[in-house]
């Protein structure tokens, strides 16, 4: 399983503190000079925000085209402004929010249900032109077991929750999820 180093991790947050912080204060974007190493692979990823217990916004792009440091940055402030379920995030909101990343390791098609993972796989469904992903902390947030992980899966892509099992495509992926500590005021 892909996994960044610790120091790796802490770049990935501060670029994305730093993302949002530069977007909300209407500053230009100012990234890091990464020329090599883990921060240069092309990898799908999701950027959380959490005020306190609650999810602020999350945005993730799992095909991205450009080095995963610049997808971060572009998730972040995707999340913080452009996530549809919230209201854009605030420059007096952004010191009370903490970030969460998920890396998300390649693909793989589901053959057998079976070999799903809760805590592990993350999952994406895909029917008839609409697809839904979960990422695999959120199966071991809410206690579900493997059927209502596929479930909660085929409703977001707007399926009805056993629809996953009539030719619905499957997808599972592992992803590195790490979070900075919550900022205090």
Known sequence: MFQLSESDQQVLLNIARGSVQSYLAGFPLA?????????????GVFVSLHLGSELRGCIGNIHPATPLFRTVAECAISAAVGDPRFLPLTREELPSVHFELSVLSAMEKVEDISKIEIGRDGLLISKR??????????????GWDRERFLSEASRKAGLRPLEWKEDATIFRFSADVFEEQPLSK
Do not use: F, N
Request: proline share 11%; no cysteine.
């Open 129 to 142: 032109g609409v697809r839904g992903l979960l990422l695999p902390q959120v199966a071991t947030a809410y």
């Open 31 to 43: 990234l890091p000079e990464i020329v090599s190493g883990p921060l240069m692979e092309v990898r």
